[in-house]
T-cell receptor, first 114, second 112 residues
Framework: KAGVTQTPRYLIKTRGQQVTLSCSPISGHRSVSWYQQTPGQGLQFLFE???????NKGNFPGRFSGRQFSNSRSEMNVSTLELGDSALYLC?????????????FGPGTRLTVL | DAKTTQPTSMDCAEGRAANLPCNHS???????VYWYRQIHSQGPQYIIH???NNETNEMASLIITEDRKSSTLILPHATLRDTAVYYC?????????????FGAGTILRVKS
């Protein structure tokens, strides 16, 4: 079974721009969660989507948003990029959700903001 | 809001068992302990998880103390490819947002 895939793998943007990242979960998985990883803050939870609805949200500003499609694929959007948004963005999928099932992570998207 | 404490780094000789400790003294009764590892700049890889019983799979064993305040991940025969950051994580419930809370992790260096 194919794992979680994320596109693009690398991205360079400038301050003020916006960016959209994509995540395709493992086939059959309906929950997708997003995490941000930085050297200073480590891995931090952004949000979880299940059946096209945001179910949980971490402590991030409204510039960070996401959505999930009917095929469970998810996108994450960051608007008005700041230098501090440079990070590895990871998505993870699970069958029914992080509260009940094991999450499997994708390889991540490395975002650099100049 | 990390709920786990791990040593910053550990060394292990190739072929020997690697024992990675984790303290989770504030864990609640229904919170699971998960272990993931992350090899440089890749996505975290699931290793094993447990609630209160010891668990074993093809990758590792997880020993959880009876009071559930600590656990140990055991890699029985470490290889150079096991060099990674190992995260001991508590899966928190609804009151904390239904999420995995990652700590700083342990850098395991396997040496030949």
């Amino acid at each position: 079974k194919a794992g979680v895939t994320q596109t693009p793998r690398y991205l360079i943007k400038t301050r003020g721009q916006q960016v959209t990242l994509s995540c395709s979960p493992i086939s059959g998985h309906r929950s997708v969660s997003w995490y941000q990883q930085t050297p200073g803050q480590g891995l931090q939870f952004l949000f979880e989507y299940f059946s096209e609805t945001q179910r949980n949200k971490g402590n991030f500003p409204g510039r960070f948003s996401g959505r999930q499609f009917s095929n469970s694929r998810s996108e994450m959007n960051v608007s008005t990029l700041e230098l501090g948004d440079s990070a590895l963005y990871l998505c993870a999928s699970s069958l029914r959700g992080v509260s009940t099932d094991t999450q499997y992570f994708g390889p991540g998207t490395r975002l650099t903001v100049l | 809001d990390a709920k786990t404490t791990q040593p910053t780094s550990m060394d292990c000789a190739e072929g020997r068992a690697a024992n990675l400790p984790c303290n989770h003294s504030t864990i609640s009764g229904n919170e699971y302990v998960y272990w993931y590892r992350q090899i440089h700049s890749q996505g975290p890889q699931y290793i094993i998880h447990g609630l209160k019983n010891n668990e074993t799979n093809e990758m590792a064993s997880l020993i959880i103390t009876e009071d559930r305040k600590s656990s140990t991940l055991i890699l029985p025969h470490a290889t150079l490819r096991d060099t990674a950051v190992y995260y001991c994580i508590v899966r928190v419930g609804k009151e904390y947002g239904n999420k995995l809370v990652f700590g700083a992790g342990t850098i395991l260096r396997v040496k030949s």
